[in-house]
């Protein structure tokens, strides 16, 4: 079901005939594209989207945790397209505890992004080939971009200290 | 006692004729350019394996951003790169004025402009200093931060401040350029271009320079696309791909400007690509105080810009708004952009998320050198260690703009 406002979208409409159950919605605001795409076919989308049309770059990786809303998570996808000098988003909604499909068979470049987004949020990124944490100490408990981490205090601290 | 023979190097690696050495550059090495460790294994002089490890300078910038209202994080923006804190605060500001539909007067988006390319300047001339003083050119250090002092006063007679600036805010910039400042950058401008003339004498047909920057780094265009690379190195790769150019932001489709780029996709046409940048930004800067426009250097919208001072003082309704920013900030219409723009060192994008309150959601920075600095064991693996250490330089990360 292909929202009114991204039929203009030749991606979106793309997708929509190549798999229909893969679009799950998506919006065009302020002159960006973004796509919900459902989280377990996360990698053929952007294979296609990598083979078909274009989007040779991948951007960056990053999460969004709304807490206490379920499913908590949203990761998202930032796509580059240098052919067509576009920009696009793909947004994944997790639950808790669930497990998404890495991106980075499409692009290596996914690797770091990916690894922040397990260290930050505490997202796995199943099939990805390094998944540990990249910013924070190797003995850190819990992870910090999550809207239940408390920006303050030593509640929160390195393990063996 | 006994002949028992004590174990000796020779005898420990009797049967096989090499060793691999595990070595440790940094995270304290000069060459790093911040903390920056990278797990070397070698073989002899070549670096088999390399495996760089990050987070030593992870501030937690971005859940910070999440506490503080949208005009206090342009204090955390300057933060994260800062050898261009400009650029990050531009990509910030310009994030929130497209969620909040904003138009931007001329006069500001002209003095952005400028003083965004001050600061590629001041990046670029941090860059050459190091990198030189990396490969041995003591000399050209110094000669670079002479002319990036210029620069840092030009930062201080704006803002200020000479490194965390802070200059550009939502609707605008701070305050108006102060008196005489056309002088200042004219002076600047007029004294710039003999003095890349200099570094030039100093490096480009240096020979020992050339031996050891010529033909060495190459990556393959298609696999620095695939790693993130962006920026100098890619237009060093032959690539022509500025954001500037592409989608253009805050008028800069008003500047005439080239797009430097080199084929050779080596250590050498990233420094002939930034050095020939530096000439680029000169001419920008030049046009920019021929042409600056006159008029407001803010928005006219009461509720999210600070009134003036004297009307702050007078008028009722500017001393409410004065109270209601300073207190609760402003709040921004739900909505999630990503805003990309050329940052010295490649694409730095901003994807600000707002829930419709006076503080960000979430605020994510794409940042050039994390997306390069991935791309290091590609580029190091199978070379001589003496040679990545000018590929290293070559990259120009900044470890603040990597770990945030």
Redesign the interface.
């Known amino acids: 079901m292909l929202p009114e406002q991204l039929n203009a979208v030749p991606e979106a409409v793309a997708l929509e005939a190549h798999d229909p159950s893969a679009l799950l919605g998506g919006n065009l605001?302020?002159g960006?594209v973004?796509l919900l795409i459902d989280a377990a076919k996360i990698e053929a989308v952007c294979r296609l989207l990598k083979d078909k049309h274009d989007y040779?770059?991948?951007?960056?990786v990053?999460a969004?945790d709304h807490y206490p809303m379920e499913p908590r998570f949203m990761v998202?996808y930032?796509l580059?397209s240098?052919a067509a000098?576009r920009?696009l988003?793909l947004k994944c909604a997790l639950a808790e505890g669930a497990s998404i499909q890495s991106v980075t068979s499409v692009?290596?470049?996914a690797?770091?992004?990916e690894r922040?987004t397990f260290d930050?949020f505490g997202i796995t990124f199943e099939g990805h080939p390094n998944l540990i944490?990249?910013?924070?100490?190797e003995g850190w408990v819990g992870h910090?971009?999550r809207k239940d981490?408390p920006?303050h205090g030593h509640k929160y601290s390195y393990q063996h200290e | 006692m006994s002949e028992t023979a004590i174990p000796t190097e020779a005898t420990a690696s009797a049967g096989s004729s090499t060793r691999k050495l595990t070595l440790n550059l940094g995270p304290q090495h000069p060459s790093t350019h911040g903390v920056l460790r990278v797990l070397i294994e070698l073989d002899g002089e070549t670096i088999t394996k390399a495996t760089p490890d990050?987070?030593f300078l992870?501030t937690?910038i971005?859940?910070?951003c999440?506490?503080l209202n949208y005009q206090q994080v342009v204090t955390l923006t300057d933060r994260v790169d800062y050898l261009a804190n400009l650029s990050n605060n531009l990509a910030y500001v310009l994030g929130v004025e497209?969620?909040l539909?904003m138009e931007i007067p001329e006069r500001a988006q002209w003095m952005r402009v400028m003083l965004t390319e001050f600061t590629r300047l001041n990046s670029h001339l941090v860059w050459l200093g190091t990198h030189a003083i990396d490969i041995g050119a003591m000399s050209v250090f110094l000669y670079c931060f002479r002319e990036r002092e210029e620069i840092l006063r030009i930062f201080e007679l704006f803002s200020g401040q000479r490194m965390m600036t802070s200059y550009f805010r939502v609707g605008g910039i701070a305050l108006d350029a102060p008196r005489g400042w056309q002088h200042a950058v004219k002076k600047f401008v007029d004294m710039f271009p003999s003095k890349i003339d200099e570094y030039e004498n100093l490096l480009t047909n240096n020979p020992i320079w050339t031996r050891r920057t010529k033909n060495i780094g190459h990556l393959p265009i298609?696999e620095m696309?695939?790693?993130?690379i962006t920026g100098p190195m890619i237009r060093g790769a032959g690539?022509k791909?500025d954001i500037r150019k592409?989608?253009p932001y805050s008028s800069y489709e008003k500047f005439d400007f080239e797009v430097p780029v080199q084929t050779a996709n080596d250590v050498f046409s990233r420094y002939q690509v930034r050095v020939e940048e530096m000439r680029q930004s000169t001419r920008i800067i030049k046009q920019a105080l021929e042409g600056m426009p006159g008029g407001a250097y803010q928005a006219d919208a009461p509720k999210i810009v600070l009134p003036e001072r004297e009307k702050m003082k007078t008028q009722m309704e500017a001393l409410i708004f004065h109270f209601k920013i300073v207190t609760d900030g402003f709040t921004v219409p739900p909505?999630?952009?990503?805003v990309?723009i050329e940052a010295p060192r490649g694409?730095l994008?901003y994807?600000i998320?707002s829930d419709g309150t006076s503080k960000p959601?979430?605020v994510?920075m794409?940042t050039p050198s994390?997306?390069t600095l991935?791309?290091l064991p590609n580029l190091i693996e199978g070379r001589m260690i003496a040679d990545s250490i000018a590929i290293m330089g070559s990259i120009d990360f900044v470890l603040g703009d990597v770990?945030?």
């Open positions: 605001d302020r960006e973004t040779i770059r991948l951007c960056t990053t969004l998202v930032q580059h240098l000098n920009y988003r692009w290596r470049g690797n770091w992004y922040e930050l944490r990249i910013l924070m100490p910090p971009l981490f920006t | 990050i987070g992870h937690g971005e859940k910070q999440e506490a497209k969620l539909g298609e696309l695939d790693m993130g690539l791909w592409d989608q909505g999630e952009v990503y990309p694409e994008g994807y998320v959601f979430r994510h794409r994390f997306g991935q791309a770990d945030r």
